[in-house]
Nanobody, 127 residues
C-alpha cells in the first residue's frame, strides 16, 4: 500500500508563492507517474500537473502553465509543486496522486487514472 503525504499549503497573498511537497512510501515511487490535482469548494477535482517517472515528460493545466512547476526527487520519494504568481482562483485543496498506468508518457489528467491519493493540503490565496 502506498501512502502519500502532502505538506506546504497555507495562506498567501495574491502574487505570492508556495511550494508543496508530497512524500511517498513504498519502493515503486521512482517508476510511477505522479500528479497534482486540486479541488475548490463545490467544484470537481481538477488536474493541475503531471510528471513521469524520470521527470522528462511533464504536463500542466492551461490555467497554471507558466506559473507552476512540478518536479520530483526519486532519491527522496518526493514530488513537488512550486506555485508562483498565485491568484485567488488558485484557492483549493491540493492533492498529490500516484498512477499505476504503464503509459509513462501519456497525459493522465483524469482522477480515475490515479490509484493512490494523499489527504490534501489547503491553499488559500487572498487579495
Amino acid at each position: 500500500q502506498v501512502q502519500l503525504v502532502e505538506s506546504g499549503g497555507g495562506l498567501v497573498q495574491a502574487g505570492g508563492s508556495l511550494r508543496l511537497s508530497c512524500a511517498a512510501s513504498g519502493r515503486t515511487f521512482s517508476s510511477r507517474v505522479m500528479g497534482w490535482f486540486r479541488q475548490a469548494p463545490e467544484k470537481e477535482r481538477e488536474f493541475v500537473a503531471q510528471i513521469n517517472d524520470s521527470g522528462d515528460r511533464i504536463y500542466y493545466a492551461d490555467s497554471v502553465k507558466g506559473r507552476f512547476t512540478i518536479s520530483r526527487d526519486n532519491a527522496k520519494n518526493t514530488v513537488y509543486l512550486q506555485m508562483n504568481s498565485l491568484k485567488p482562483e488558485d484557492t483549493a485543496v491540493y492533492y498529490c496522486a500516484q498512477s499505476l498506468s504503464i503509459d509513462r508518457n501519456g497525459r493522465l489528467a483524469v482522477p480515475g487514472q490515479y490509484s493512490y491519493w494523499g489527504q490534501g493540503t489547503p491553499v488559500t490565496v487572498s487579495l
